[in-house]
């Protein structure tokens, strides 16, 4: 099992920086890949970045590729996503989630473990 704790939400202007950060507890070493999805009003959630746990494999949504970066402490106690440049469309719910499963991609399925989300609103 996995416990996920998000926090660093928060409104930025357009243009500014935020880092989330994503406690972890309840889990292993093994074959865990921690991921930050979105989710918008009216749109469904997807995936931003994705981080594989053994090798540090990193995947970004087009949307954000350039802008925003995953990273691990050195404990793997935490996930942090960085977020610069941040645009209006990226106001969403952001939520921390991890799986024991392939990450290669972002399929929202592969995802057991999940945090209560932190909210990031950027105003033009």
């Known amino acids: 099992q996995v416990q996920l704790v998000e926090s660093g939400g928060g409104s930025v202007q357009a243009g500014g920086s935020l880092r989330l950060s994503c406690a972890v507890s309840?889990?292993?070493?093994?074959?865990?890949?921690m991921a930050w999805f979105r989710q918008a009003p009216g749109k469904e959630r997807e995936g931003v970045a994705s981080?594989?746990?053994?090798?540090?494999?990193?995947s970004y949504a087009d949307s954000v590729k350039g802008r925003f970066s995953i990273s691990q402490d050195a404990a793997k106690k935490s996930v942090f996503l960085q977020m610069n440049s941040l645009k209006p469309e990226d106001t969403a719910m952001y939520y921390c989630?991890?799986?024991?499963?392939?990450?290669?991609?972002?399929?929202?399925?592969?995802?057991?473990?999940w945090g209560q989300g932190t909210q990031v609103t950027v105003s033009s």
């Open positions: 989630a991890a799986t024991y499963r392939s990450c290669l991609d972002f399929n929202i399925g592969r995802y057991p473990y």
């Open positions: 981080m594989e746990g053994t090798n540090n494999i990193t």
């Open positions: 309840r889990t292993t070493a093994s074959r865990v890949c």
